[in-house]
């Protein structure tokens, strides 16, 4: 069975750095992108960026480039986004999802597994 | 990148059809066949109902059907059952710096 685990909610001060964590199982990890979404009740969902595990190769969407960061450890099956210096406005529910990329000619635009989401909450 | 538009809220009764739309534009929706359905009941993992506008994946109901025509894509479900009560959210990929653009949300009640 395909599964995505995510670290569990978070709360931290303005200022503070965080790391969160998503660990996969049940497929090949190196196979398949990772994607992190943000959802908040303000905008709703919104594409952060995307990894390959199989050489950590990343993209971000330009409203997040610079303020995190995506990793990746494939020998664990586990993918990370961080940031360094965390705003008020970085409180939301972040989730990482599977696919969403094309490959080799071929296009898996679309997110089939979900990891729960981990809840961030940013607050002095 | 501004969101895709869905109506806030959608209702039927008990087997009825329902359909909910998603609405963008040239540089997402209208211009790739890559528009796909998520549903999310509160407190659990979001589910992919549909992918590349019209295909279901394996294990989802051949009640949720998708299509698309010009800009915007919709998601009908026929036959609606208590069980599809849940929120709804569409996703295309964009040629904006974004990548994917997903869409407001909608919740479906059924009556």
């Known amino acids: 069975e395909v599964q995505l685990v995510q670290s569990g909610a978070e709360v931290k001060k303005p200022g503070e750095s965080l790391r969160i964590s998503c660990k996969g199982s049940?497929?090949?990890?190196?196979?398949?992108?990772i994607t992190w979404v943000r959802q908040t009740p303000g905008k709703g969902l919104e594409w952060m960026g995307r990894i390959n595990p199989s050489d950590s190769y990343s993209e971000y969407s330009p409203s997040f480039q610079g303020h995190v960061t995506i990793s990746a450890d494939k020998s664990i099956s586990t993918v990370y986004l961080q940031w360094s210096s965390l705003k008020a406005s970085d409180t939301a529910m972040y989730y990482c999802?599977?696919?969403?990329?094309?490959?080799?000619?071929?296009?898996?635009?679309?997110?089939?597994?979900w990891g729960q989401g981990t809840l961030v909450t940013v607050s002095s | 990148q501004s969101a895709l538009t869905q109506p806030a809220s959608v209702s039927g009764s008990p087997g009825q059809s329902i359909t909910i739309s998603c609405t963008g534009t040239?540089?997402?929706?209208?211009?790739?066949?890559?528009v796909s359905w998520y549903q999310h009941h509160p407190g659990k993992v979001p589910k992919l109902m549909i992918y590349d506008v019209t295909n279901r994946p394996s294990g989802v109901s051949n009640r949720f059907s998708g299509s698309k025509s010009g800009n915007t894509a919709s998601l009908t479900i026929s036959g609606l059952q208590a069980e599809d009560e849940a929120d709804y959210y569409c996703?295309?990929?964009?040629?904006?710096?974004?990548?994917?653009?997903f869409g407001t949300g909608t919740k479906v009640t059924v009556l």
């Open positions: 049940g497929y090949t990890f190196s196979d398949y992108w």
């Open positions: 999802v599977r696919r969403g990329y094309c490959s080799r000619g071929r296009c898996y635009n679309w997110f089939d597994y």
């Open positions: 040239t540089s997402d929706v209208g211009g790739y066949h890559y």
């Open positions: 996703s295309s990929f964009t040629s904006s710096g974004t990548f994917f653009v």
